[in-house]
């Protein structure tokens, strides 16, 4: 698509004024929302000490889903709860089989381990010995790919490179042979060991690509076999610096030969997922519910990815109880609940599982790596819900954010701050967090799918050169990003727990706030888009503004005269930079309109389980929409709110503009594709 540049005064004017006022309220507003009381008790009593306590323990447990480690740490948990005085403790047990469907999630089994080591071998007067540890469970649990099988062999080594292409084992006998591969375990099965008869994996796959990408050779991946994989086997990883050598040996034409020993099974257990609440005080919100979440599950040590998220909503547990005993805040007239789960899968089956907590629960606060330190080169993100479900959840987190970035880097700056939110042994540093992105990857995509709708915030760090890898360590953990996590979640959970009528006044006032701050970026970003392009994405960012504001309406009650006055306030800003319009494209499907089945309830690419493909008749080709990238959108994105936007009103030609809006420019016939593969397998009609 041809792209213009079109400079528009009104553009700059506007963008200029903006940015005007928005500088001269961050410096008048010291405290958001009237909240001075709260946030002085939460700077006083969140510790980022105790938090990280908590994460060592964690830390040490190799707490794969349903497993003994996982057990030990809920159990750890479930002690600091009682400790803490919380309310309505419970362990939801979920049952597992590898056949159970919860909404679109298929029960994983449980999978635990009793031994694994790695040995090079060498020859001694014709017996075979041990001659060199590769690899121990014990030691390093990360070794043992999860989802690998017993089994024990002796066999040469052989280097398959990616091994997911037949040209991978042109000239080369694998046959009863170890193989040496680039590629996550998982993916070479199919080639490696079902047609070419390989006895075991040894993989050195790499981590998710950053800029410190390769840099560490000594990082050891987690690594991945398929939970449902007719072929059972096993697989270890290697670092890159290991696989080096041996690819090097192994072209001067040495043989090396290997001992892989694993005790190791899935079997049926439980999704284990801990709960517990502050009740609300009010008869008739009480049942209303802000839930905090994170995931327990993770690799040894898996300290910022996920035991960061887990403790510090386990702090904010413990900091507002104890403000509440003794009297120093009011308990909230809302219900704050607090939840430790799997991944994802944990929270697809929690939520079909117990339809109720999908009813009651009215916002969702994720945290998903919350605590990395300068040595993991993290940033810290307040992200948003999806374009699909508008809510003020995201204005509320994003200004607490806000007021911790400022404070933050005036205490770091030298200045005298009343709030500098550190801890003693922790740094101090300016939090430097980027607020209102959207970005995928863990639980509260769930809860913010269409099946739910569910408005979220996630905080989260992103990169992490160290996640999924054997330097996720306790070491690499800030007691002052812990405690900043908690002061973001507590502070936003806290206020949307008491939110009401009384609040609407500050409240409005923030939105035009942001309002202001986001036509700015959206004009910065569409005036490089062609006429057209640029024009829907207006009309799309005013539609998304009004059903923030009217999303209030269901907390409080908005005056007629405060609707007329945020309606003028709109009407202005839209006679200076435009409406803009919806993009219109002719074709004989555009008009179709689809439902949403609800018998079928979660997001098509779950965890270990990717539903679509899995009903997907696969003699079809695979919709083009999974392959498709966008100006600010991976196909995995595309998909995920395409149906997201499906609500029984939106024709197709709707949801492709809605789409182009939020992540670039889509062709509708890859919209159309997608819809109707998913109207085969019964997810929409």
Known sequence: MKKTITKHKSFFAVLCVSIFVLSHIAFAQQVPLGQDDLVQHLNEELSGESAKRNLEFISRLH???????YKKATDFIQSKLVAYNLES????????????????????????????????????????????????????PLVLAQDSYSGEVTAELVNIGAGTSEADYANKNIKGRLVLTSSQPGSVVPLAIEKYGAVGIISYAQNQVTAWYKENENLIRWGHLESFAKTKTFAFMVSLKQARAYQKRLKKGEVVTMHAKVIANQHPGNYEILTA???????????????????????????????????????????????????????????????????????????????????????????????????????????????????????????????????????????NVRFPMVSIEGGKEPLQAVLGQFHMGSDFQVFSEGSFRIPSIYLHDWPDRYIHTNYDLPANIDPTKLKRSGFIGASSAHYLANFGTEDLPL??????????????????????????????????????????????QSFANITNALKADYSIFIANLQATIGKGKKRVLTHDKASIVYKRNNEIKGPMSVFGYDYFTAHFDPNKNTPAIFNYNGERGSGYEYAYEALNFVDGKRDILEIRNLLSAEFGAIPLEIVIEYLNALSTINVVY
């Open 507 to 552: 409240l409005v006032n923030l939105l035009k706030r942001q309002v202001l701050k986001r036509s700015s970026q959206m004009l910065q970003y569409s005036q490089n888009l062609s006429s057209e392009a640029r024009e829907n994405v207006k009309h799309y960012f005013w539609v998304h503004e009004i059903e923030r504001f009217n999303s209030m």
């Open 63 to 69: 707490r794969m889903r349903g497993s003994r480690d």
């Open 277 to 415: 609440v502050i009740e609300g005080s009010d008869s008739k919100l009480k049942h209303e519910e802000i839930a905090f979440t994170c995931h327990l599950d993770h690799p040894r040590p898996g300290a910022n990815d996920n035991a960061s998220g887990c403790v510090a909503i386990l702090e904010v547990a413990r900091t507002l109880k104890k403000l509440i005993d003794e009297n120093k805040i009011e308990r909230p007239k809302r219900t704050i609940r607090f939840i430790w789960s799997p991944e994802i899968e944990g929270t697809t089956a929690l939520l079909n599982f117990r339809p109720e907590l999908a009813d009651n629960i009215k916002f969702n606060i994720h945290m998903d790596m919350v605590g990395g330190g300068p040595e993991t080169k993290a940033i810290f993100h307040v992200s948003k819900s999806p374009q699909s479900i508008a809510s003020f959840i995201n204005d509320v987190a994003e200004t607490f954010g806000d007021f911790v970035n400022k404070n933050s880097d005036d205490y770091a700056s030298g200045k």
């Open 89 to 140: 403790i419970e362990m939801i047990s979920i049952p597992t089989d590898g056949k159970i469907m919860y909404g679109t999630q298929k029960s994983r089994m449980a999978w635990d381990v009793d031994f694994a080591e790695l040995w090079e071998m060498e020859n001694q007067n014709g017996s075979w010995t041990h001659k060199t540890k590769v690899a121990d469970w014990e030691s390093i």
